[in-house]
């Protein structure tokens, strides 16, 4: 458990409906992991508890995202009836469809209301799990900021994450030094906000606990090797010192 979760000022309320064929524990752990970053409430309803009662879909609380898992009886549970009444609670929703299949009318979805489609074939994706979990991530952090940027930073195909202390890169880990990460944490926790330049010797001090008042080589010698798996744009360095761009 994450002791410092990121509370975020927007909560984002989410209702995800599955069918029997559905694969909940892959639903349910992609939700758990996007919840240790973001403040959501998520909601599983069964297909056969809303095929003949959709109102449990439309409630006073204002929901955000409705994701739904492709349903045979998908057209005539989400008519413009049922996107009329959503609207009037709050028109910003999104719905998104989970779908097995790329089919040549899918264009009718979109047509529809529908404002994406996320396709759960591993035959399109073979790391298909990981695309899921990825592109449901994006798709909440876009339309909210409320990725915790003093722990979490997203940047260039990057992910530097200081809750898990891994540097994520194409959804792979990176292999970085405990010195490499402790000037990454440096950089992300304490000065990326800020967008400040943090100087070699502080770096120094923070790392060593002791003041160097000339450049030290050790420092140069990890901003070098950071340079190198992250490139040279990632960084803006000057005699003021250095800052993720």
């Not at 209702?15 to 758990?32: A, G, M, P, R, T």
């Not at 770096?203 to 090797?225: E, T």
């Amino acid at each position: 458990m994450i002791s410092n979760k990121f509370i975020s000022k927007d909560k984002i309320n989410i209702k995800v409906v599955l069918h029997s064929d559905s694969n909940k524990e892959l639903f349910e752990n992609i939700f758990n992991y996007i919840k240790e970053y973001l403040n959501i409430k998520v909601v599983f309803i069964e297909e056969k508890d809303i095929l003949n009662n959709t109102d449990q879909l439309i409630t006073n609380e204002v929901i955000d995202f409705y994701f739904i898992d492709f349903l045979k009886e998908y057209e005539y549970i989400f008519s413009w009836n049922f996107y009329s009444k959503i609207h009037k609670l709050n028109s910003d929703f999104k719905l998104v469809l989970f779908k097995k299949d790329i089919e040549s009318n899918d264009v009718k979805y979109f047509k529809n209301g529908a404002d994406d489609i996320i396709y759960t074939n591993k035959k399109y994706y073979p790391q298909y799990e990981d695309y899921i979990k990825w592109k449901i991530f994006s798709l909440l952090r876009r339309k909210w900021n409320v990725y915790h940027s003093k722990l979490v930073l997203i940047r260039n195909g990057f992910v530097i994450d200081l809750i898990k202390r891994k540097v994520i890169k194409n959804n792979v880990d990176m292999s970085i030094t405990k010195k490499e990460f402790e000037v990454l944490s440096i950089l992300v926790e304490e000065f990326h906000n800020e967008n400040k330049f943090c100087s070699k010797n502080i770096l120094f001090k923070k790392i060593y606990g002791v003041d160097n008042n000339m450049n030290s080589r050790v420092i140069d010698q990890i901003i070098f090797r950071l340079k190198k798996k992250f490139g040279s744009n990632f960084f803006e360095i000057n005699n003021k010192g250095i800052k993720i761009s």
